[in-house]
């Protein structure tokens, strides 16, 4: 069974520019979570989404930050005008409604770097 | 909110036992989940406890204790391999439950 799968893997861009981080979550899962990671302040959730509907996007650190998840197997994260303060490793991670509180699955990350 | 408290780094040698504190400070408390993650890629599940006492996974045992707000990870037989980083992340009561994450504990692991 493949994992989430997220892309792209890495990328770089210059400040002003637009970002879309891409998700494919496994299938049957019906939640789905865009964390970022820094050294400075770890794993942060920025959105959670269950059965396609966000539910939680209190950590979206601004209006420049949107999700999106059109439908089961496919979701996105775009900054629109990115900033060199975005830069980070962007995790998605998915969850199914039959597994223990505590265990999510999460793709190998975006790293972002905005210069 | 919620906040966790993890030790930045823990150093130990192979075939060694370590273990890692987290204490929580939430309201709402539902589980304690614990991640591994090598040079920052995937986080993976290694355990989880919503019940006090002790869950055994192989080398890998989680503790929890909800009236002192504090659980660990305990690491057996300690392996090269287990050099990475290990999170605590707490879950909250509700239908609609997030993990919130600790900032990871450095584990290095020497010959």
């Known amino acids: 069974d493949a994992g989430v799968i997220q892309s792209p893997r890495h990328e770089v861009t210059e400040m002003g520019q637009e970002v879309t981080l891409r998700c494919k979550p496994i299938?049957?899962?019906?939640?789905l979570f865009w964390y970022r990671q820094t050294m400075m302040r770890g794993l942060e959730l920025l959105i959670y989404f269950n059965n396609n509907v966000p539910i939680d996007d209190s950590g979206m650190p601004e209006d420049r930050f949107s999700a999106k998840m059109p439908n089961a197997s496919f979701s996105t994260l775009k900054i629109q005008p990115s900033e060199p303060r975005d830069s980070a490793v962007y995790f998605c991670?998915?969850?199914?409604?039959?597994?223990?509180?505590?265990?999510?699955?999460f793709g190998e990350g975006s790293r972002l770097t905005v210069l | 909110g919620q906040s966790l408290e993890q030790p930045s780094e823990v150093t130990a040698v192979e075939g060694a036992i370590v273990q890692i504190n987290c204490t929580y400070q939430?309201?709402?408390?539902?589980?304690l989940s614990w991640y591994q993650q090598h040079d920052g890629g995937a986080p993976t599940f290694l355990s989880y406890?919503?019940?006090?006492g002790l869950e055994e996974t192989g080398r890998f045992s989680s503790f929890l204790s909800r009236s002192d707000s504090y659980g660990y990870l305990l690491l057996q037989e300690l392996q090269m391999k287990d050099s990475a980083s290990y999170f605590c992340?707490?879950?909250?009561?509700?239908?609609?439950?997030?993990?919130?994450f600790g900032k990871g504990t450095m584990l290095l692991v020497s010959p």
């Open positions: 939430t309201s709402g408390f539902y589980g």
């Open positions: 992340a707490v879950s909250l009561i509700g239908g609609y439950s997030t993990l919130t």
């Open positions: 299938s049957g899962h019906n939640s």
């Open positions: 991670a998915s969850r199914s409604s039959g597994s223990t509180g505590g265990e999510l699955f």
């Open positions: 406890n919503a019940l006090d």
